[in-house]
């Protein structure tokens, strides 16, 4: 059970990452490129930082296509590949056996994201967070508050990423 909820809490923290993108664009902002964990700068709380964690994104008319590869959770190397509307909203997800349906509001220049993950109906983990740019586009900051609804703590995770544009 510690597994599978590790898995989803790292589905659940890429698309967090893929809202935060999308819905943070400016007007006329082209986000595709990649985006690149700076581990130095980031803070992971009692879990092991992971090895690997980016996102190429893709534009594709008025979706974009996120293509994440984490080890993020100690689960060994994982493939993500989602879609979002360009512009901020609701989206619903099926990722690894996980439905991830995720709400953006923008304030400002700073995103609120909140996410619901759930298998077979039931509602393991909710997360909501935080997510933000450099004024130069460079840095993209994620903060985001997890709780797992079972297993052994349902107790909230802090996490911060940041991620460096390449």
Known sequence: ??????????VALQL???GALRAQQLPRS?????????IAKSHFGKLPPPTVDSVTITQMGNMYQ???TTDFGGQGRQHLVYKWPV?????????????????ITQHGDTLAVSSEVSMQGQTVAVQSGRVYRSPDGKTMTREADIRPMAGPSTEPIHLLFVYDRK
């Open 66 to 68: 996120f293509d994440a």
């Open 16 to 18: 967090l990452v893929a």
């Open 30 to 38: 082209d986000l595709s490129g990649t985006w690149v964990i700076n």
């Open 87 to 103: 512009g901020a909203g609701e989206a619903t997800n099926d990722v690894s056996g996980a439905t991830v349906h995720t709400t």
């Open 1 to 10: 059970m510690r597994i599978r909820a590790t898995l989803l809490l790292a």
